[in-house]
């Protein structure tokens, strides 16, 4: 984590020392992966301030589909590219019956809930490459109700457009 966040912090210096403009920053769609817990994750522009991002995780004991809506804000003018985000959304999962023989309190293998949603995106200069950094907790209302603490990490989109 250590070695990616000076990796990170390098390409931002190394970028923003270049000069740019914000158009060269600027992306309308992307699709990739977010690491952790592994998911499938496609972003689109909502507005001049925001995009929605669907994402869609799936394991051998089943999947959860979480459509999440953000508002972005420039983190520094120094680093154009580099923006916070926080949003919401909510998510909807199926899981097998080896899940809830592993987990034999949860009655259902549905997973119905809302999701938070608070990071930083970055969109490199002249390259079709969207990294972000988030953390994105989660409840649990329909099905076993939990809090989910542990899920967001490092997502590496290539821009469409």
């Known amino acids: 984590m250590v070695v990616l966040a000076c ?3 390098g390409a931002l210096m190394a970028q923003s020392l270049t000069g740019t ?3 060269e920053h600027e992306y309308e769609r992307s699709l990739g992966l977010k690491m952790f817990p592994g998911a499938i ?3 689109w ?9 669907a994402l ?6 089943g999947f959860r589909l979480t ?4 508002k972005y ?3 520094t003018p120094e680093v154009p590219g580099l923006n916070w985000f926080i949003g919401g959304g909510a998510h909807w999962g199926i899981w097998s019956d080896n899940w809830k023989n592993r987990y034999p309190t949860r009655e259902s293998g549905i997973a119905i809930g809302v999701d938070g949603i608070i990071g930083l ?4 200069k002249n390259a079709p490459l969207n990294i972000s950094l988030d953390w994105q907790p989660s409840f649990n209302i329909i099905g076993y109700q939990y809090f989910e603490g542990g899920w967001g990490g490092i997502g590496i989109r290539y821009v469409l457009r």
């Open 45 to 53: 522009k909502w507005d001049a301030e925001s995009k929605a991002e």
């Open 41 to 43: 994750s496609y972003k």
């Open 73 to 75: 804000f420039p983190l």
């Open 21 to 23: 403009t914000a158009k």
């Open 7 to 9: 990796f990170f912090s």
């Open 67 to 70: 459509g999440l809506y953000e």
């Open 56 to 61: 869609l995780y799936m394991s051998s004991d």
């Open 121 to 124: 995106d970055y969109k490199l």
